[in-house]
């Protein structure tokens, strides 16, 4: 008998869940770096703390995969599908861009001359505020890539196991309108080679479906949906705005 899965299911809302706590660790970490940074020294303390940062997404990467692929081989068993299949760990993103992300996030930092007209109203705060705004920054990224070495880890099994057809977005109830419009295509299949758009602080999962499964979107997603044929789609060009207003003026936005 076919079983069914849903974006909405149990052990979909505890990965997500659990992915989400590990990247609550992963600020609380970041933030124990703050002191590598020395206002006086910039530019001989950024880089430290910047190479201290990617040592931390390296470790939370690795964990956040492991977990992943821990749940992928659960719901693998749940499904009943037969043969072996060891999920693959996705490895840490490159060197290279989660320094270039972190050199974004620190773009501010940098004094410059207040009287030049190209110098932003960020960059003319006092540095504290600079600081404080860069770390911010900072853990959105590191968030994201930590996230997306766990999301990527269960799209690759889903690619690479013979027994796996699609996979789902699964959104949190508090999900932006971004993640909510994407969550309502329901199941994408592997043939599809479509790849999980997300943004910094997405805490949104990759939800696997197998063979002799079915999805179903979740009720709350299927609400989602409604609204977004109703008041977005025939609005082409203009469809995810209209979808904000939708979901907001229906209360499935969280409110700013
Ligand atoms: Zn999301």
Same mark, same amino acid.
């Given at each position: 008998m076919a079983t069914l899965v849903s974006d909405g299911g149990s052990s979909a809302g505890r990965q997500r869940r659990t992915q989400r706590g590990l990247t609550r660790l992963l600020a609380r970490d970041m933030r124990g770096l @703050? @002191? /590598? /940074?020395i206002p006086s020294r910039l530019e001989a303390t950024v880089p430290d703390w910047i190479a201290a940062v990617r040592a931390l997404v390296d470790q939370y990467g690795a964990a956040s995969s492991t977990l992943a692929a821990d749940y992928y081989e659960a719901e693998r068993v749940a499904a009943r599908v037969t043969g072996r299949f060891t999920v693959p760990l996705l490895g840490p993103p490159p060197e290279e861009q989660v320094s270039n992300s972190l050199r974004w996030a620190t773009k501010d930092l940098w004094p410059r001359d207040? #009287? #030049?007209?190209? %110098? %932003?109203e960020a960059q003319r705060e006092p540095l504290d505020v600079r600081l404080e705004q860069a770390e911010k920054k900072a853990e959105a990224v590191a968030q994201k890539l930590v996230a997306d070495q766990g999301r990527g880890t269960v799209q690759e099994a889903v690619r690479r196991d013979s027994q796996a057809t699609a996979w789902a977005r699964s959104a949190a109830l508090g999900a932006c309108y971004f993640c909510k419009a994407l969550a309502i295509r329901g199941a994408v299949y592997k043939q599809d080679t479509a790849n999980f758009r997300a943004h910094d602080g997405c805490h949104c999962g990759v939800v696997p479906v197998f063979k002799g499964q079915r999805f179903e979107l979740s009720d709350h997603a299927r609400e989602w949906e409604r609204l977004y044929r109703e008041f =977005? =789609?025939?609005h082409s060009g203009d469809q995810l705005r209209r979808f904000r207003l939708a979901l907001a003026e229906h209360g499935h936005l969280p409110a700013l």
């Open positions: @703050r @002191r /590598i /940074i207040p #009287d #030049d007209p190209e %110098t %932003t =977005a =789609a025939p």
